[in-house]
């Protein structure tokens, strides 16, 4: 089991509010609430760092694409 250590934030209790009810109704705990939506925006902070290079790459018609897959037909 890797090792844990606890965070402590301040929010406003609006938020929290907000956060209790989402928990209760998805059925989770505050615990993964809040580590999956960590988990989250570190994923997004990736992808972001990767969109420049992504613009860049090139691209090709739909269709190309279709055609080259051997879908053409069955569209």
Not at 10 to 17: D, E, G, Q, Y
């Amino acid at each position: 089991m890797p090792a844990e250590t606890q965070i402590a934030v301040r929010v406003s209790t609006r938020l929290k509010r907000a956060v209790d009810a989402a928990c209760k109704a998805g059925g989770v705990s505050q615990t993964r609430f809040v580590q999956d939506a960590l988990l989250d925006k570190l994923e997004e902070l990736a992808d972001r760092e990767d969109l420049p290079k992504l613009r860049r790459e090139p691209t090709r018609p739909l269709r190309d694409l279709i055609r080259d897959l051997g879908l053409d037909g069955e569209l």
